[in-house]
């Protein structure tokens, strides 16, 4: 990645607004401390830890955020949020780039294509907790 | 004896079933009772974090107007409404808190509940029920009910994160809470403290993604046995889910034997205080707690 | 607007000061029952069925000279709504074992029986005029009857439904429709109906018009939509393949009269369909939509004898088409609902029949035709009737009663149909009686069949209302949601045994043709086309200006 | 909402006893004593689809409408309500809404079998947008709520009236088919909660064992005076 092709015009602005929006939080509150990253119970599994994800947001990069799996493997522990040093709520802002996507395609779980005798055997608040974050 | 408002969640009417058995069974024993409310709804199990979706705040206000209006038909009661799953308590805690200071939004609300009679004023407090044991009820009334102290029983607390996020719902502090520790030796247990204390669970990513639960559940116990602990409590019945649940799987498929039986903290309330065994319905747990307490003499 | 109080009129209000006067000196206050001379007195002189205007004789076919109501005869008379030659027999859309016209409570229990008894679902094809279910099942609501408890028996339920069609049941088919009924209920209960039970577990009862012994099983006052709606639930589970707004026209024949399968017409896109089948269950139900002596009714929508006038014309006898059943509680107030049942459960419950002074004018649970025909006596040839604003006689239902005699909640309990149905137009039952007047109900006769449901046809089995001969001249109440399960379930049963030998031969609609020749032959003025599919009930102004286009179809 | 005005005639020329609806838009003069389905009638439509038993049971008549000047949604079974001058209505032909098949003998009645078959009441929102538009009255939401309580029994006594019109389908955020959803709760408490008296399976056992045949035999054979006679003087049971 080079900075000379780093766009920043007007569609940049909007998906940073939109984001700012929806999760209530002033992303250039942000000076990439990186703390909510080291305190993530999962950031071993993120493609982007959330400090990066974080940057490209203040950076209008949608696509990158988009593609990542940050925002999805987040489970909403909150851990990050009670941390910032800057009092972000850290999470908010996963869920917005979450909430973002299901605005448009409202399935990143297909609840018709589970298995039923999975969902069976799960208990119903591990339905409800997942499918409020996972479907629109 | 003090009655309270009292909010199930759909867990534990189901698989759940005697986490609230124990729970009513001992709350009356501390003459602090749990009244259910009538008609209740699914407060949505987790908070949205979206500054502009009121659809899913609906469910949690809706909740706490009928609270209200069954504080109304209680006696000897508070406005508070209680929870025993701390995935609710944060939910409603934050939406009661949103209401307090975003009246518009609660108009907005408050619109749609009319047509249903149902209006919420902003007057609850929404409470766990250790919240009720601690502050209260207090320990020590707690350790003079004790008939049959749980000697032998190392346990470790794990929280969950629920309890103690944000800082809104949190109950007690959130880096060093104390409150199921002090619960648990005051029923003539020991506790065994682990860092992994609120180490997320994977929370609902058991639909979609077991291993994320899987990996967590493998740390969080390894952790928890190495420092020597038997067993561990909860507060939250999806922790208890996927503890139990992934523990028993990794049982299954590693053949691995050492595995930490899951109570949660109304069982072991009920146990230490009489009750009887059948309450607590650890049928319903994936390995069973009864192998543990009659090793230790608990379970006669 | 009219000024109302409580959904009365002013007028009204003073004969119901009277019903609630007479209240507490009623309660326990028995009415005689009619003896057997009284019974036939009143029926002769009062009810539709016995007048002579009104009927004239059936003019050709199997049942020539036969007298039934006119409406029935003009129908029966009818030319074909197509003409024969447009249809290609040579293109088959449906090749099936099993075809069942008629997807209400017999077809739907004959098309689930018939894949219990080893038919794969994709020989059964099952036509429906509208959506499946839309039948008079559905509108059922007082109950079933079953002689299932200790203080009843098979041979009892026989007496009163006999005596009830006064003697002129086929006894073969009574017996098979009593004998099996335990049967069903144990196949309802399987299959989770909700039927009402008592504090003890055991099943709530209620007496009916003419029973002896209490045996009205019910589920709530909805006991035919319950029972309608899980049986639809099993048929889907099973998945059998059926067809909406897809009536059958006409019944096709082989070269030897046998019966083959049905031309089916799709009413939104207007194509006809061939079916050819190895046996062929006529389930279509009644005639209430032909308002007979210019009756309301109680019948739902598309209940307009298709079923009778297909089978006639290819041959089939038919029974007692002579008679037919008003019950005795239509709605009579207000306007918007003159006509829709008012379940005979209110009676069971309870409900007296009370004229303008407040007092009974019959014992309230006489056979349907003697309980309608008493309520008609008193209407036309009394001054003790009520007249509504639009000029509408009738007599007070005492529904109030029912609370006064078992408590408060048994309305709401057990007549949330009724209670909802008045509350809509600002009546409360709780507290005041309501209006009725005889509503026409339903089709006592039809085609006759025997127990295993042949038809006298080959090829052609019958269920449901459609027939004859099991009810006589009368149906007791409770006996037709029984006998749709009851037949139904031997229709399916009994096709499943006949497709294995059946080969029917060439397709035709010869024995149209034959019935255009002899309509032809009988020169009458009206020329009318039959089956009619669905009644009309557009504005003469709208009648009026309908055009016929024409229309290129290459 | 858009109003084609071509039959609108000005105020003094209403006939007395009409009212003016507006049928899909379009506008009509009734009598104002019709049911809307009578009155749809009264304009000219024949019924194919929008008209089933015409009583309140069949559930073939859902209607949606607006009223001038009001904002709200409405709805009805267009055989159980009266028109209202201003009413901007429209039927709905048809609800789509997936049953899944399902054998009744092989579940269990509880929270896990409903959310196997319908994972989305998983979703419900509480927001009782169901409940507000059902015409019988049904709290539908509560009784969804009660299926992911796994309180069945309480769920088929509360959806107990359903016509299975499919309004509470259409208007659900969370896109649950409730009418399907109840049916099942229905029949796992009618199968699996509601007892069988033991009477049942006793008279099912005599008529197999032929303990009637002798009775039927001598019934069926009497001459119909006979028959009468033992009609006349069989004993009734007191309700």
């Known amino acids: ?136 | 004896m003090v009655q309270y408002s009292y909010f199930p969640g759909c867990n534990l009417k189901t698989d759940a079933r005697g986490f609230e058995k124990s729970a009513i069974a001992v709350s009356k024993k501390l003459e602090s009772e749990l009244v259910e409310i009538p008609n209740w709804n699914c407060c949505g199990t987790v908070h949205t974090m979206t500054s502009d979706n009121l659809m899913k705040r609906i469910a949690p206000v809706r909740i706490l107007a009928r609270s209200r209006n069954h504080i109304e038909e209680l006696e000897d009661t508070l406005n508070q409404a209680v929870t025993l799953c701390s995935m609710c308590n944060s939910t409603l805690k934050i939406v009661n808190k949103e209401m307090k200071e975003d009246l518009d939004a609660l108009e907005t609300i408050n619109f749609q509940l009319e047509e249903d009679n149902e209006t919420y004023e902003n007057d609850m407090e929404v409470k766990h029920f250790l919240e009720i044991l601690r502050d209260s009820v207090g320990f020590s009334k707690i350790r003079e009910k004790v008939v049959k102290p749980l000697i032998g029983l190392k346990i470790s607390a794990y929280y969950g994160c629920m309890l103690l996020h944000p800082d809104e719902a949190k109950i007690d502090d959130a880096e060093m809470p104390s409150v199921l520790e002090d619960l648990v030796e005051s029923l003539g247990a020991e506790s065994i403290f682990s860092p992994m204390f609120k180490h997320c669970c994977g929370s609902y990513h058991i639909v979609e993604d077991e291993d994320i639960v899987t990996d967590q559940v493998k740390k969080i116990t390894g952790d928890v046995l190495s420092r020597g602990a038997n067993a561990l409590v909860v507060a939250c019945p999806l922790c208890a889910y996927n503890l139990d649940q992934q523990q028993k799987m990794l049982m299954e498929k590693t053949g691995k034997k050492d595995v930490l039986p899951i109570f949660y903290f109304s069982q072991l309330m009920a146990i230490a205080m009489g009750e009887p065994w059948e309450i607590n319905h650890f049928e319903d747990h994936k390995i069973d707690p009864r192998e543990l307490l009659k090793k230790l003499k608990i379970e006669e | 607007m009219m000024k109302l109080k409580g959904g009365y009129t002013e007028e009204m209000r003073k004969s119901i000061d009277n019903v609630n006067k007479t209240r507490s000196k009623r309660i326990g206050e028995v009415f005689d029952h009619m003896t057997m001379k009284e019974r036939d007195d009143v029926l002769k002189n009062y009810h539709p069925d016995y007048k002579a205007d009104g009927k004239r004789a059936i003019a050709y076919g199997e049942n020539k000279s036969d007298i039934v109501p006119v409406e029935v005869a003009d129908i029966l008379e009818s030319y074909p709504i197509f003409n024969p030659d447009d249809i290609d027999l040579s293109q088959i859309d449906y090749d099936v074992s099993i075809l069942i016209i008629g997807g209400g409570g017999a077809g739907t229990s004959a098309a689930i029986w018939a894949n219990y008894s080893g038919v794969p679902v994709d020989e059964i094809l099952v036509s429906n005029k509208l959506r499946h279910g839309d039948a008079n099942t559905v509108m059922a609501q007082g109950g079933i009857q079953i002689a299932d408890r200790p203080e009843d028996s098979p041979l009892i339920h026989y007496l009163d439904a006999v005596g009830g069609g006064h003697f002129d049941n086929i006894p073969e088919l009574a017996k098979a429709l009593v004998n099996d009924a335990p049967d069903i209920l144990r196949w309802h209960k399987d299959l989770g109906v909700m039927y009402d039970l008592d504090e003890d577990g055991n099943f709530m009862v209620l007496s009916g018009g003419g029973t002896s012994r209490s045996r009205m099983h019910s589920a709530k006052d909805y006991t035919g939509l319950e029972i309608f709606r899980v049986i639809r639930d099993e048929f889907r589970g099973l998945d059998i393949p059926s067809l909406e707004f897809t009536p059958a026209i006409e019944l096709l024949t082989d070269e030897t009269g046998r019966v083959a399968g049905a031309v089916l017409y799709h009413l939104e896109t207007k194509q006809y369909f061939v079916v050819k089948a190895k046996t062929t269950i006529m389930s279509t139900g009644g005639f209430g939509r032909l308002h007979v002596s210019g009756f309301p009714t109680t019948n739902h929508y598309g209940a307009t004898m298709d079923g009778v006038l297909m089978s006639y014309r290819a041959g089939a006898k038919l029974r007692n088409l002579e008679s037919t059943q008003f019950h005795p509680t239509g709605a009579a107030y207000p306007e918007q609902i003159v006509g829709l049942l008012i379940t005979e459960k209110v009676r069971g419950l309870g409900a007296q029949v009370l004229g303008n002074n407040g007092e009974q004018i019959c014992y309230p649970l006489e056979p349907r035709d003697v309980e309608a025909s008493a309520v008609i006596k008193c209407c036309t040839s009394t001054e003790n009737f009520i007249e509504t604003p639009t000029g509408m006689r009738g007599v007070w239902l005492d529904s109030p009663l029912i609370e006064e005699i078992r408590g408060k909640g048994t309305i709401v309990n057990n007549l949330s149909a009724m209670d909802r149905m008045f509350q809509r137009f600002g009546i409360d039952l709780t507290v005041d009686p309501i209006l009725i007047y005889p509503s026409l109900h339903y089709q006592n006769g039809g085609v006759l069949h025997d127990e295993l449901c042949h038809s006298s046809v080959s090829g052609l089995l019958i269920a449901g209302e459609v027939s004859g001969g099991v009810h006589g001249k009368n149906r007791l109440m409770g006996n037709s949601l029984l006998e749709i399960n009851v037949f139904g379930r031997r229709a399916g049963i009994e096709a499943a045994k006949e497709i294995k030998n059946a080969k029917p031969g060439k397709l035709s609609l010869d024995h149209i043709k034959k019935s255009i020749s002899v309509i032809d032959s009988l020169g009458l003025k009206k020329k009318r086309y039959g089956p009619m599919i669905l009644p009309e009930y557009r504005s003469d102004i709208v009648r009026d200006r309908l055009v016929q286009l024409y229309e290129s179809t290459d | 909402m858009s109003k084609t005005k071509t039959t609108l005639k000005k105020k003094k020329e209403e006939k007395t006893g009409m009212v003016k609806i507006y049928i899909m838009g379009q506008a009509y003069d009734v009598p104002e004593t019709l049911t809307i389905m009578k009155a749809m009638e009264y304009a000219g439509y024949k019924f194919t689809r929008g008209s089933g038993c015409r009583a309140g049971f069949c559930g073939a008549c859902s209607t949606v409408y607006r009223k001038e000047g009001d904002f709200r949604i409405y709805t009805a079974l267009a055989c159980q309500t009266i028109v209202e001058a201003g009413m901007v209505l429209t039927q709905l032909p048809f609800v789509p809404a997936d049953k899944p098949e399902y054998d009744i003998n092989s579940l269990t009645p509880s929270a896990n079998t409903i959310l196997r078959y319908f994972p989305e009441v998983a979703r419900c929102l509480s927001c009782n947008a169901c409940s507000k538009v059902c015409p019988q009255e049904i709290k539908v939401m509560d009784y969804v709520q009660y299926c992911l309580q796994g309180q069945i029994s309480k769920a088929a006594e509360e959806s107990f009236d359903c016509v299975s019109c499919g309004l509470c389908a259409i208007r659900c955020p969370a896109e649950i088919p409730q009418y399907h959803v109840a049916q099942l709760a229905r029949r796992l408490h009618g199968k699996y909660l509601m007892k069988t008296p033991d009477y049942l399976d006793i008279r099912i056992k005599e008529i197999k064992e032929d303990k009637y045949k002798e009775g039927f035999k001598e019934m069926m054979a009497l001459s119909k005076e006979k028959l009468e006679e033992k009609y006349k003087n069989r004993d009734r049971e007191s309700n």
């Open chain 1, 1 to 136: 990645m080079s900075y000379e092709y780093i766009k920043f015009g007007p569609e940049e602005r909007d998906f940073i607004a939109k984001i700012e929006e929806i999760s209530g939080q002033n992303i250039y509150s942000c000076y990439q401390c990186g703390k909510c990253s080291a305190g993530c119970a999962f950031s071993s599994r993120m493609d982007k830890t959330v400090n990066q994800l974080i940057h490209f947001i203040q950076m209008g990069q949608k696509d990158r955020v988009l593609e990542a799996n940050t925002h999805w493997v987040c489970s909403s522990c909150l851990t990050c949020s009670i941390r910032c040093p800057r009092e972000i709520d850290v999470a908010a802002l996963m869920e917005a780039v979450r909430e973002y996507i299901l605005r448009e395609e409202p399935e990143k779980v297909k609840i018709s294509e589970l298995s039923k005798e999975v969902i069976e055997k799960l208990p119903n608040i591990a339905l409800v907790g997942n499918f409020r974050k996972m479907t629109g």
